[in-house]
Nanobody, 122 residues
Framework: QVQLVQSVGGLVQPGGSLRLSCAAS????????WGWYRQAPGKERESVAT???????EYVDSMKGRFTISRDNVKNTVYLQMNSLKPEDTAVYYC????????????????WGQGTQVTVSS
């Protein structure tokens, strides 16, 4: 019904930048909040940033000033611009969306992307 497809991550040197994207496709009527999460080896998945349908953003303190979440409502896509990357940012990054999908009646559900490995290392 709905698929979230994430861009490829990669290996980045400390201090470098990377932009992730996540595009939703399927029988989507609207997308409410988008979110980016990450999971480092041996750790639980944690929130990185969220953006509401109105464009209000929230960030985890350790990402404030370094990461920027944005969305394109026409393309049903969310982005995460990551700057000043640190080795501790190494993780698998996941996008998440709350979407209303077509149906009788329409249904609200949440969806996850497939995950993207980001490695920050020299």
């Amino acid at each position: 019904q709905v698929q979230l497809v994430q861009s490829v991550g990669g290996l980045v040197q400390p201090g470098g930048s990377l932009r992730l994207s996540c595009a939703a496709s399927g029988s989507i009527i609207s997308i409410g909040a988008w979110g980016w999460y990450r999971q480092a080896p041996g750790k639980e998945r944690e929130s990185v940033a969220t953006i509401t349908s109105a464009g209000t953003t929230e960030y985890v303190d350790s990402m404030k000033g370094r990461f920027t979440i944005s969305r394109d409502n026409v393309k049903n896509t969310v982005y995460l611009q990551m700057n000043s990357l640190k080795p501790e940012d190494t993780a698998v990054y996941y996008c998440h969306a709350d979407a209303v999908i077509a149906g009788i009646p329409p249904a609200l559900d949440d969806y996850w992307g497939q995950g993207t490995q980001v490695t920050v290392s020299s």
